[in-house]
């Protein structure tokens, strides 16, 4: 769902709220008394829940955006280590801005990590994950997930070996030497 949509569809409920309005007020003037100006204020209500609707719908935007629906990390409430039988889930965003979101992930030693990565408008992206050497390298065999396109989200499963350096980055032409890349934390 893109915010194009989400324009579309606040301005539709904006002037569906209008015409709910309108109506209320002609029913007043053609009826008076406290009734129909009652029913009135009942379309004000109606038109802000709609907006409210759509507001939230792009609060659901935001959240992909952050990666709220990570798993929490090490140090945060709620932490379990990824295994390879269980792996802890890390949501990854690729923007059209040439950026890996969040460019930093922290993990505990040795964790196995699940990167669900999404495409964010119509740029395809690539997501390579592994020893530091090996991604700027851009070396064949490193694990990685290619040509994502716009909003589709693949998933890519490693095992976080020893203390690294490991990083993250996409091999796009151009992509990684405009800054398209990321920092793994092993705490
Ligand atoms: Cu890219």
């Keep these: 769902m893109n915010s194009r949509r989400f324009a579309w569809l606040g301005a539709a409920l ?91 992930v922290t993990i505990q030693a040795d964790e196995t990590i699940t990167f669900e990565v999404t495409t964010m408008g119509p740029v395809v992206h690539e997501f390579m994950v592994g020893p530091a050497a090996d991604v700027a390298a ?6 990685e997930i290619a040509d994502l396109g716009m909003m589709q989200t693949r998933s890519l499963t490693y095992t976080f070996a020893g203390p690294g350096p490991f990083s993250f980055a996409c091999h796009a032409p151009g992509h990684y030497e405009a800054g398209m890349s990321g920092t793994i934390v092993v705490q």
């Design 14 to 104: 904006v002037v569906a709220g209008i015409a709910l309005l309108g109506i209320g007020s002609l029913t007043s003037l053609a009826t008076g008394g406290s009734t129909p100006r009652g029913w009135a204020g009942t379309g004000i209500v109606g038109g802000s829940g709609m907006m409210g609707g759509g507001w939230a719908g792009a609060g659901m935007m935001g959240g992909s955006w952050s990666g709220a629906a990570s798993a929490p990390g090490p140090g945060a409430s709620g932490f379990v280590a990824g295994t390879q039988a269980a792996p802890r889930v890390v949501q990854i965003v690729a923007t059209p801005q040439l950026r890996l979101l969040p460019a930093v």
């Design 138 to 143: 851009d070396k064949a065999g490193t694990p």
